[in-house]
């Protein structure tokens, strides 16, 4: 009868242990075994750091203590970036009309323009600025101004809305009205071609007077008009 040819290979695998014709497994060779892999381990890596450490392409807690010093010169003499355009003219996606309902997306791309910015009222000898936020309100387009065609319904604008420094934030300029202030706390800048010199002088000399870092204030011509608001509002 002949065997199992599996329980044949596996008894041969056994007898190589047993005649001692496979590599021991006892502890104490083991141990030896993983002690001086362990320790060639350890110098190699130690020969290949101080490698590395001549071409400076290992950094250690002493050169991270030390990075101030190694920086701060040179991050202080870096020229401030402008983070800010502000474009002191109208430009030509701003000349639009609207129904009652508005136009939401524009309104809120106006807004980006118009936000933050703020000036100094010849009228009233006072300060007034625009918003962080919303900056612009839906108004009726009047009589006075007919530089803008009205078709069909098309007769609001969009105005930039100028708080003083007792507007209240949190409430609505109809509500600020409600309020019963001796001074008006704001006032509307429509932005039409025949009626905004005015606002963009008093944005232009207000920052020449009082600069703030990141904001660079532009007049047209001195930089090109990129990213209209035509250029992302289908007109």
Known sequence: MTGIPSAERHWKQAKR?????KGKTSTEKMMMMSTISM??????SKLR????????TIWDDDDFS???NFCAKNLLAQPTKVTRIVRTWMEEGEKRVFTAAGDEKFAARLSAKYKGLK???EDEKRN????????VVLCKLTSAHQTRKQKGGMGWVYCVLGIYDNYDVDKT????DERGLKKKSYDFFEMTPGDHSDFYYMVRKWYEENPEVGVRICEKGEVESVGYLSDAIDI
């Open 173 to 176: 300029y109809t509500e600020n």
């Open 17 to 21: 242990h047993k005649k001692g014709n």
């Open 119 to 121: 000036w100094y009222d």
């Open 128 to 135: 007034m600025r625009t918003m962080d936020g919303d900056c």
């Open 39 to 44: 320790a060639d381990g350890y110098e190699r």
């Open 49 to 56: 750091s101080q490698e590395a450490r001549k071409a400076n």
């Open 66 to 68: 030390q990075l101030n």
